[in-house]
């Protein structure tokens, strides 16, 4: 295993190159209807997107043909779609579309030339994940690569639909794109696709163990030094020489908790000693310790300190 210094770096922070079926490029395919879009490296130069698309009128006509990837495309409606309003292609054959509820689940492989026209307003959100990422959570899992995924139209896939509401309205914000969260999101939407599109079930495995010390330094140090979350678990795992599966696991081993919530424990420490030795605005306290903003402060300091920021303050500064 090589140590970090050792292995090719990218400025950390620094978002995938938009290629793919997402993003600006997948609107523009939808003839450049308007688009939100946050990505990830998932792994190496692959790319995890998260893409939503709206239109008030529908397409003009067909989508033109994305180029064809390793990879699979998967979309949930954010509103009804009317019987006969929508029509799809696969490898140039025509596919029956039922009426589509809120929340169903549609998907599809990006190597079999998928083609759609919708002649009514539509709002999507699109799931972008290439095969070499579900592999690595195949592999992280016990199991071998998968060969193929179920095609479906109008799943009722009630986890999707919980995971597409909870990030719904994050989709576009610069702060959740350069988050660890959005990360382990894409671990957890991605473990759910392996088993209820593929029926891939965990093995039993030998269990691994954590983080060598040197390897817990780093990682530490990282997270101390980027509070901001503008580092990826792509970083973190490529400064460790693991690959971003093995690193997320072996992280929560070694210390208990994801990274994303040890970031959000040591920014929370950091808010805490501010707090105390000034008299500096919330809002300030925020921003220093590495927040997006005072919403999002004031809500994780409460849910891992069990009271707010200022009451926090209070029980603190008596005298």
Not at 126 to 152: K, N
Not at 178 to 184: E, G, P, Q, V
């Amino acid at each position: 295993m090589m140590h970090g210094a050792d292995l090719p770096t990218r400025p950390f922070g620094r978002p995938p190159d938009p290629t793919g079926a997402f993003g600006g490029t997948l609107a523009s395919h939808f003839h450049g209807v308007e688009s939100l879009h946050a990505a990830t490296e998932w792994p190496d130069n692959n790319v995890f997107a998260v893409t939503r698309l709206r239109s008030d009128t529908g397409l003009p006509d067909r989508t033109t043909s994305v180029v064809s990837e390793p990879a699979l495309h998967i979309s949930v409606a954010i509103q009804p779609v009317e019987l006969r309003s929508y029509e799809l292609w696969i490898d140039n054959k025509a596919v029956n579309v039922p009426y589509i509820p809120t929340y169903h689940t549609s998907l599809m492989d990006l190597e079999s030339d998928p083609v759609c026209w919708v002649g009514s307003g539509f709002d999507y959100v699109h799931y972008h994940l290439p095969r070499a990422g579900l592999d690595e959570i195949a592999e992280e899992h016990g199991v071998t690569p998968v060969e193929a995924y179920r095609f479906t139209i109008c799943e009722n896939d009630t986890v999707l639909a919980q995971l597409t509401k909870l990030i719904l309205p994050h989709i576009g914000a610069p702060a959740w794109t350069r988050s660890l969260t959005l990360d382990h999101f894409s671990l957890i939407l991605g473990a759910h696709v392996l088993q209820h599109y593929a029926g891939v079930l965990p093995r039993a495995r030998v269990a691994r163990g954590g983080l060598a010390p040197w390897q817990k330094r780093r990682a530490m140090e990282l997270i101390r030094a980027n509070l901001d979350g503008s580092l990826r678990l792509a970083d973190l795992a490529r400064e460790c020489g693991l690959s971003v599966s093995h690193f997320t696991r072996s992280f929560k081993l070694t210390l208990g908790v994801s990274a994303h919530r040890w970031l959000n424990e040591q920014r929370v420490e950091m808010a805490k000693a501010l707090l105390l030795a000034s008299k500096a605005p919330l809002v300030e306290v925020a921003i220093q310790s590495g927040f997006s903003d005072q919403s999002a402060f004031t809500r994780t300091f409460s849910s891992l300190v069990g009271a707010s920021p200022g009451r926090w303050k209070r029980a603190h500064t008596r005298h």
